[in-house]
């Protein structure tokens, strides 16, 4: 089970946005080196004042709720969600076929859903992009 998360354990980067795998738990985040300084001293003094550090990113981004203090700071960071949602999709021979298909939702959509709806789309979250900008434009 172990290795199956690994695929989604990550941290990358480009020029604009910080890109982390969902299966991380903050945990994890505050221990891998390559995570930056600055998301980590965020995740120390506003993400965990609200959130358990085994919490993993997956869970807290498909529970989250506008009350949370964690959902006000993603918010300021300009956060969105990478996710795989399940829809029908027209065939030319045969009935209509259902897969998933990859998405990335603003933070403020996913957490705008329901549980219901979020578990009817079969959505999955796989990554959560942050913008450099706000990181950077971020006081902690």
């Known amino acids: 089970m172990e290795d199956q998360n690994r695929d989604f354990k990550y941290f990358m980067q480009d020029t604009g ?4 795998g969902a ?7 505050l221990e891998d080196e390559m995570v930056t300084f600055k998301y980590k001293s965020i995740v120390e003094h506003y993400i965990l004042k609200d959130t358990d550090t085994e919490t ?3 869970s807290q981004l498909y529970y989250m709720t506008p009350e949370q203090f ?13 996710v795989s949602v ?10 209509p076929k259902v897969a998933y298909v990859n998405k990335i939702l ?21 990554e959560l992009v942050l913008s450099k900008l706000a990181l950077m434009s971020f006081s902690v």
């Not at 964690?70 to 990478?82: D, G, N």
Request: glycine share 6%; charged share 35%.
């Open 106 to 126: 603003k933070l403020e959509e996913l957490v705008g859903m329901n549980l219901a709806q979020k578990k009817k789309s079969g959505i999955v979250v796989q």
């Open 70 to 82: 964690s959902y006000k700071t993603y918010k300021q960071l300009k956060a969105r969600v990478k």
């Open 17 to 20: 946005s910080l890109y982390l």
């Open 56 to 58: 993993t990113l997956e």
């Open 23 to 29: 299966k991380y738990s903050y945990r994890e985040i």
């Open 86 to 95: 399940l829809e029908k999709k027209k065939r030319i021979f045969g009935g």
